[in-house]
């Protein structure tokens, strides 16, 4: 049987390669657009896929549901094992999909595909990731077994963005990587898919599922969900502002840095790197710092500074200054939001029973996220075509309103919750 410290580690490692996955999309997207459309003004082809990045957010509350649905079945390992399939499977589909000049409107369509597939996938992520960390995590230790899930989703996105780096730097041409090198990265990720898959296979699963399978008939049901129906409230209140900075400030500020900034492709993932390297690191020193002081407490000092400097904050990153100036910018923004991202999963998953657990984390987190994660980027895009880009960062600002209200209404300490049989 494994210990805790494993079943970390290869639960965080599978963590890692979906999420290499999901952000590969978004950040070659700047260089695979013109492959999939007709040529049209560089921020139209952004807008369409983005677009497309935001269909895959769609399929995510279905994901969350399935697979929600089945981890609280069929076990925690099971699910897990299932959704690194499907994100390898997507994944390989973008790598060998022709280009537009080849098959016309089915480029696009394929990518579609591919992207829904992905999108089931990562549905079922997140809550399968929170419910599994929260079940092998010991007492006085939950907030910092959870910063491993934003550990290790982050150091998927650095992965992606080093790949990027490497390609840019040191072994192909801007109009290589537009031509074909963008193709690599997916490639990469398919055998790397490929890799978690056997990782997770040897996943031991949690006790606490073990425990519960007498109850299995009542498990990841819409029936037994129903009977929680404030947790799952909370839930969606929680996601809703952090979501919206999460993706603003890892995934569409790398197009910010471009489009508004002024950056270059290549200086602006020199800036996405390091300050997304600092806000990985920082994530543990988070966790802990929430099992001290109370993951309640950090929900709502992070709703507060988040309201309090998201505006200024990307008012001066439209001008910044140069690249250490926006890497501190970036940097603040990130560490205010660790505060959340450390604790938020656990947080979550303890607002549920066993027999309910993944599901009720998985299926409004999903359905939040596709809402206003999926389409801030979108969002934002549209604001700026129309030259109010600033409204963007109201927009936000009144997410994390949200947020901070659904913090106050949490429990001073987060408890596993007895089954309302």
Request: with cysteine.
């Amino acid at each position: 049987m494994n210990t805790p410290i494993k079943s970390i580690v290869g639960g965080s490692i599978g963590n890692l390669i979906e999420w290499y996955d999901w952000y590969t999309y978004s950040v070659f997207s700047m260089y695979f657009a013109g492959a999939f459309f007709p040529e049209e003004d560089a921020t139209a082809q952004l807008l369409n896929t983005a677009g497309i990045f935001a269909i895959g957010f769609l399929m995510r509350p279905l994901g969350g549901w399935l697979l929600g649905a089945y981890a609280d079945r069929q076990g925690r390992k099971a699910a897990l094992t299932l959704s690194v399939l499907l994100m390898c499977l997507g994944s390989l589909l973008i790598a060998l999909a022709p280009g537009y000049h080849q098959i016309g409107i089915l480029a696009p369509s394929l990518l579609v595909v591919a992207r829904l597939i992905q999108g089931l996938s990562v549905g079922g992520e997140y809550g399968t990731v929170a419910t599994y960390l929260s079940e092998i995590a010991p007492d006085g230790r939950k907030g910092l077994y959870s910063s491993f899930q934003y550990v290790s989703t982050t150091l998927g996105q650095l992965l992606a963005l080093g790949v990027l780096l490497a390609l840019q730097r040191f072994f192909l041409t801007a109009e290589q990587l537009e031509a074909w090198g963008w193709r690599i990265p997916f490639l990469i990720g398919t055998a790397l898919a490929l890799l978690a898959l056997l990782l997770r296979q040897n996943l031991s699963e949690t006790t606490d599922f073990i425990k519960n399978r007498p109850n299995a008939g009542r498990a990841g049901t819409f029936r037994e969900l129903g009977k929680y129906r404030k947790e799952t409230a909370l839930v969606v209140g929680l996601t809703i502002g952090l979501t919206v900075s999460y993706y603003t400030f890892t995934t569409y500020i790398q197009k910010f840095l471009v489009n508004t900034a002024g950056f270059s492709k290549s200086d602006s993932t020199v800036i996405t790197l390091v300050s997304l390297t600092l806000f990985m690191l920082v994530q543990p020193l988070a966790g802990w710092l929430g099992d001290r002081f109370g993951t309640k407490r950090m929900m709502i000092i992070y709703g507060v500074l988040g309201i309090l400097t998201t505006y200024p904050l990307l008012m001066w990153l439209q001008n910044p200054g140069g690249i250490s100036q926006a890497i501190g910018l970036i940097t603040v923004a990130l560490v205010i939001l660790s505060l959340a991202t450390s604790v938020s999963a656990i947080i979550k998953a303890e607002l549920f029973p066993v027999a309910v657990r993944t599901l009720g984390v998985s299926l409004p987190y999903a359905l939040t996220v596709a809402v206003f994660g999926g389409s801030a980027e979108y969002v934002a895009l549209l604001f700026k075509q129309v030259g109010y880009a600033n409204w963007f960062y109201g927009y936000i600002t009144f997410c994390l309103l949200l947020t901070l209200y659904a913090s106050m209404q949490l429990k001073p300490a987060a408890r596993l919750l007895p089954d309302k049989g």
